[in-house]
């Protein structure tokens, strides 16, 4: 292996950038039985779309910056993530799931130091706090937000990447000790089992997707899906946010006057990129919004709210009673676990959803249990 890029607190720090340099490193991280991960990426923040810049792997003294740019095949870096022989390391682990699975790799054998930071009744489980509190670290967090797209990174960007995973071991072993000692090691096996299963899959109807300030019409909706691809399309062929090139506030505007004067839309909306009143692409959105609603009106679409998909809570004796006797459980369930383990096995949603039907769901074996036996030891029926 070659020599490292720079060394941190004695810890060598590579930075991989070729496909032999990562087939190297592949080799020395497949013989080891835990590794610590981390992913940077972008999200529609200053790029379009869901694009992986950085991943880094520490098997708790060595660590790997790979740069994912100027390497053609990961595969066999996934390989190594979906062997099941190998533990992983994540804190905060959903996103870089969801983005993995994404690319092709679903990630087998995990552990989640915030999941575990959630058993222990952290208020807080930020990686920064849990080092300080439970190893006495305080790491520079300044490049957090930085553009992890731009190249070349800076060394205090490669070091800020190092750092989120070269403690992750240490951070792990405190915390599942701590957890054993409680009893609560089957909450986490639990816990991780699910992240395990977080799978990537394309969103149905994305522009329904947008938080409007207020629900949209049958025909908002209807000229909305052609502005949405519109837009998506550009935004993907100038590799920026799709909110810079038309930002929710100004779909709004259109939204409310479909009928209105493109050209003075566009000229006299704040949130709309510059490039979008060059001619051809002043027409191009003139002719799509024209386009749907002389389609809307042969369809009849009509310009009313749909049905509430959030029908009203019923509040009745019966359903306040529930309530009541589920909020019970909860209050000791709070005394016994904690304020900030609790939502783990017992959450708001799973309380409203018995209030209104009677039925207790809970999807996860180790918190029903709970949950059931200490009802049954409060002599609450549920």
Request: with cysteine; glycine share 4%.
């Amino acid at each position: 292996m070659k020599e490292p890029a720079f060394t941190l607190e004695g810890r060598p720090v590579h930075v991989v950038e070729t496909s032999e340099a990562l087939q190297q490193a592949v080799s020395h991280l497949s013989q080891q039985p835990e590794l610590a991960l981390d992913l940077e990426f972008d999200q529609h923040h200053y790029t379009y779309g869901f694009t992986l810049c950085l991943i880094q792997i520490s098997d708790g003294h060595t660590c790997f910056i790979i740069d994912p740019f100027p390497i053609d095949d990961l595969q066999p870096l996934w390989d190594v993530l979906e062997n099941p022989g190998i533990t992983k390391i994540f804190h905060h682990a959903n996103n870089d799931l969801m983005l993995l699975s994404m690319l092709g790799c679903q990630v087998r054998s995990l552990v989640d130091t915030a999941v575990a930071a959630k058993i222990l009744n952290y208020a807080k489980a930020a990686l920064g706090t849990l080092l300080e509190e439970e190893l006495g670290l305080r790491l520079d967090k300044s490049q957090q937000m930085s553009n992890w797209n731009q190249r070349p990174l800076s060394r205090r960007q490669l070091e800020y990447a190092a750092q989120d995973v070269l403690y992750l071991h240490e951070l792990k072993n405190t915390m599942v000790s701590k957890i054993q000692e409680l009893g609560r090691l089957h909450w986490l096996q639990e816990e991780d089992q699910l992240l395990e299963a977080i799978t990537y899959t394309e969103q149905e109807d994305p522009h329904l997707k947008i938080k409007f300030p207020q629900r949209l019409t049958f025909l908002q909706q209807f000229v909305l899906k052609p502005v949405y691809d519109f837009r998506d399309q550009l935004a993907q062929k100038w590799n920026i946010p799709a909110g810079q090139v038309i930002n929710t506030n100004a779909l709004m505007q259109l939204l409310n006057d479909p009928e209105q004067s493109v050209n003075e839309w566009l000229h006299h909306t704040k949130g709309i990129n510059g490039r979008l009143q060059q001619d051809r692409y002043a027409e191009q959105l003139e002719r799509i919004v024209n386009g749907s609603l002389k389609e809307a009106k042969k369809r009849q679409i009509p310009n009313r709210l749909p049905p509430n998909p959030f029908p009203p809570r019923l509040k009745t004796p019966e359903t306040e009673a529930r309530r009541e006797q589920l909020c019970i459980v909860q209050r000791e369930l709070i005394e016994r676990y904690g304020a900030y383990a609790t939502p783990m096995l017992l959450d708001q949603s799973i309380i409203t959803h018995y209030s209104q039907t009677g039925e207790v769901v809970i999807s996860k074996k180790y918190a029903r249990e709970i949950v059931l036996a200490t009802a049954q030891e409060l002599q609450v029926t549920l």
